[in-house]
């Protein structure tokens, strides 16, 4: 997936392209929609994990117990599709098998995310860490 923003300063990622209109999903609701390409601009430096991570609070990463945003945003990316297949994860991402094998074994570890087996093979996040999100988001909420 890769970064774009809108012509109103909107940043989403992009699942998509189509000829008149690009598939987007926004990072902060995981909502999907088409927007017209002469509306958007493909951006190179922000990466989708760390794009999704950077949609919750900055202190959120710490207080959950992921060590960068790139885990967070996994955590995000999880909380908007739950559960979610294993190989969907590979695309939603962008991470080698390996290093994305790497990631989901920390936050399994840390108690963030369990594995499922129904209805396919994937991952999920636990009651912990969708609690923890939640709190996040609202606390910023209050905060705005």
Known sequence: MRTVRADDGSQY???KRGCDAWLVCDPATGEERYIDTDRLELREETPPLEAFGATVPDATGAEIGVRD??????LVVLSHNDPIAAVELVDLTELCES???????????GGLVATVSEPVLGYELTPRA??????ARSEECTRT
């Open 13 to 15: 990622l992009l699942r």
């Open 69 to 74: 945003d790139r885990a967070l945003g996994l």
């Open 99 to 109: 290093d994305l094998n790497g990631l989901l074994t920390e936050l399994r570890v």
């Open 130 to 135: 969708r609690s923890k999100l939640s709190k």
